[in-house]
Structure formats: C-alpha cells, structure tokens
C-alpha cells in the first residue's frame, strides 16, 4: 500500500453514529460556556494599586502647592519687609 | 418675626462695624504694562500649608522668621509693578484702596510724600494688637501694596531680611509726623 492509499484511507468520509446531532445538542445546552472571570484578588489588588497611586498624586499635588505656597509667603513678607524699612527711612533720613 | 426681624438688625450692625479685609482692587490693568509684576495673594490654608513647608525646610536661616511671622496671619496680598518708564499708573488708581483705609478701624501710622514718591503705611490694632497691615509704596516706576491680615509684630518683619535693603529698626511708638506736602 502507497502513501497515497494511505491517506484516502485514514481520510474517508465516515458517518457519524446514530444519535451524534443530538448529543452533542443536548451537551451544548448542559453546560455553560466558561466565562473569562478575574479572580476576586485581583480586583482587590487592582483597588489598592488604585488607592495607592491618587494617594501619591495627592500627596505630590498638595507637596506642590505647599512649596509654592511657602515660596511666594516668602516673597511676600520680605517685600512687605523691604517696603516697610524703605518707608522708616526716608522718615529717618529726613529727620536727620 | 420681631425676634427674627431684631436678630437680622444686631448680625448686621456688628458687620458693619468690624471692618472688612482689604481688598487690593483697581490695579489689574498695571501687569501687562508693567515690566515685572509680582502678585501673591495667600489665604489661610495656603498660609499653613506654606508653613508647614517652611518648617520642614530650615535651609534660610530667616525661614524660621518667616514661619514665625506665618503663624498668627490669615492673609498676605501683595502687589508689585516695576515699569521701564513713569507714568504708567496714576494716583487715583489706588483711590479703591485708599478708600478702605479710610474706614474705621485701620489708622496711618507713617506717611511719606515727595513731588514723585508716596510711602503711606496703615495699621488695624485691635486690643492693643496689629491685626492688619497695609503698605502702600508709589514711585515713578515702582508700585507695591502689600495688604497684611493677622497679628503681626512690624518690629520681627522690619527685621527681615528684605530683597536687598538692611534692615532699620523700628521705634517701639509708630509715628505720623503730622507735617502735610512733604511729610506727613
């Protein structure tokens, strides 16, 4: 027997057994298809990577306004200073 | 509806009578002519938090000055205009301000005038206390008004280091000279 006899052989149409249609059927409708679930961990994981990164955007953000804040308070008062002791003297000087 | 009538009357006389925070308004137009401007305006929470940060940050030595003078204040705005040339603002630009320095409560306490220069400082003292501060410092191509709520000791601030000028101390009285045109 050639390769080719072979083949047609292993390759011949067949018949299904009496009843195939229906089990299969019958089957399909047991069970469900398996749904894609992501284990309950994960959300819990993905929650808590959730809460840690808006805790350090948080923090970073009111890191931010905190400098800018202190900065600028600093400007503020050392012209407030600057403008204070300008005005004492030119009282002084004319005074003198 | 008397009682409520009688509540409304007493809750608005009592606001009437304490004077309301200095507004620093009228000068809004003087940025874009202006050829640096700074302006700050820093309320409560951004006062804390810029003491917090300044405590946690002791770099400056005058820093913990700074966070001292921080504490007791509610307030800080300041405006500051340097101009390449004179005559980009006028004095009735300040007139808003002005206006609410004249109101109960806040008194002048230095009053510096030349041909070209204003230096006009303004206290509101309650029990003894300066619980507000205001300068107002006009020259030909500088304006700066600094509006300052909060207890505040003008003897530790004149003692800041300020942007380039010493520091002169501050007699124990604030005196108005009293003298009109020149010095008042």
């Known amino acids: ?96 | 509806m008397r009682r409520l009538c009688l509540i409304v009357l007493i809750a608005g006389w009592t606001a009437l009578q304490l004077p309301a925070q200095l507004r620093i308004t009228g000068l809004d137009g003087l940025a874009s002519k202006a050829k640096e401007s700074v302006d700050i305006t820093l309320d409560s929470s951004m006062l804390q938090m810029a003491g917090g940060f300044l405590a946690g940050n002791g770099k400056d030595k005058d820093q913990a000055k700074i966070k001292e003078l921080l504490n007791g204040l509610k307030a800080i705005t300041v405006k500051s205009f340097e101009f390449k040339e004179t005559g980009q603002y006028r004095m009735e630009d300040l007139e808003p301000i002005r206006a609410q320095l004249r109101t109960p409560g806040w008194s002048r306490i230095l009053n510096v005038q030349s041909k070209e220069e204003i230096s006009e400082i303004y206290t509101r003292t309650e029990q003894g206390k300066v619980v507000g501060f205001a300068i107002i410092a006009a020259e030909p191509k500088e304006l700066t008004v600094v509006a300052i709520e909060g207890t505040i000791d003008l003897k530790d601030l004149s003692k800041l280091g300020g942007l380039g000028v010493p520091a002169i101390p501050v007699p124990e009285q604030p005196k108005d000279t009293g003298k009109k045109g020149k010095q008042e």
């Open chain 1, 1 to 96: 027997m050639n390769l080719e006899d072979e083949l047609r052989a292993a390759l011949r149409r067949e018949d299904p057994s009496p009843g195939f249609a229906g089990r299969v059927l019958a089957r399909a409708q047991s069970r469900p298809a398996p749904k894609a679930r992501i284990p309950r961990f994960m959300w819990a994981v993905a929650m808590a990577a959730m809460l840690v990164i808006g805790f350090a955007v948080t923090s970073e953000y009111r890191q931010m306004k905190a400098e800018r804040a202190g900065r600028e308070a600093v400007i503020a008062l050392r012209i407030a200073a600057e403008k204070l002791n300008q005005a004492r003297d030119k009282v002084v000087r004319r005074e003198n």
